[in-house]
């Protein structure tokens, strides 16, 4: 099993210790997921999380006009999960699927917990990871959804997630930006 991408990864947050490193590194396990797999279901109680090594998740929900609504993507370098459900130990309201064949190392969610009141170096590596994802970058998103236009939108996942772009589908990059994939043909054929 290779940990030597997520450990890279983890230390662009925090170092950590030698001893922090060892009791992660025990609750990891290698796992792949193949395209249209997934790796948590909407109403499924999730316990894991996992960090991609190489592939690609989506976060979605249906409306109930029966429309696809792609919360989030986790590429290369990411760590993926339903993390108020597992955290509330509830159902998530989410599914996460690969949208490539995607090779992870997903770790229990609770055992992790364990090891952030028992090392100093991986709380806070939880902290900032948190800070980062979920206030930081989130907050600006939100807003964005709620305001700006779908072509504002589009630029900015353009400049965000310009690696992304060539390996989605243009109906993907719509449901995740909350538009019609009609508007997003607009959009693109615009932009040339």
Known sequence: MNTDKF?????TYVPLGSEAITAWSALLKEKTYAKGEDFIRTGQVPRKVAFIV????????ITN??????KYFFPEGRIAGSIPATLTRSES???ITAMEDT???EYDFQ?????????????TFYIRYMEQHWIIDKEPYEISLRNDSAKVRYDEFLDKYPELVKRLKKHHIAAYLGITPTQMSRIFFANK
């Open 93 to 95: 309201l989410f599914t």
């Open 7 to 11: 450990f890279q990864k983890i230390s």
């Open 65 to 70: 006009e029966g429309d696809t609504v792609i």
């Open 54 to 61: 190489k592939g690609l998740f989506s976060q979605y929900y």
């Open 111 to 123: 055992e992790f917990k364990k090891l952030v009141a028992a090392h100093n170096d991986i709380a």
């Open 103 to 105: 090779t992870v190392l």
